[in-house]
């Protein structure tokens, strides 16, 4: 992703599919045969939780790391992010290795706003990966790049939201919040679009 920041977000989203979808499909299994009685919503309410956590945990750190803290946790809470759209779509019955859930990933998390031009934009990428055409731009800002994009991603809109976690003395609390805002915010879409089929969009922000 540092070196394609262009592309950073398609790059995660094709990423997260191959190494977290099978894992979101065992979780998925394995608890529903530890608690029969779970409903998709209960089963899908297991994994907000455990994301949502593991998002404001990230922030807090990020808090009090400052601003380095802050572009890193980006690309973290983008992965927690992906991970807990892959859980959801795993407890709604859909499968989270499937190569459509990486276009989920980028409407869902706003990259795109519609599956066509995600699709297009993840064939791109993947053909980058593929031809190892990779390009970093050698002026130092990459880094910076690669950040907004993620942030974008992962719901950090504004870039006084990414650092406000560096305030001094409000930094934990602050990124805590801002990560825990943007989980739920996409919980919320990823639960509505996979409970009522996913066969098309309908993304509200």
Known sequence: MKADPQYAPEHLALEAVRRLGPEAAEWAARTRAERPGLTPDELAALAVKRFTTLARLSGALSGVAGLPGAVADVGVLAWTQARMVLHLAAAYGV???????????????????????????LGVAAGRERAGRLFSDGQGGTVLKLSLRLARMAGVRAGRKVFAKVVPGAGVILGTWVNSAATKSLAKRSQEHFRNGWGGFVVRR
């Open 95 to 121: 499968d989270p290795a499937a190569t459509e859930r990486a276009t989920d990933l980028l409407v869902l998390q706003g990259v795109h706003k519609v599956a066509a031009t995600a699709r297009t934009a």
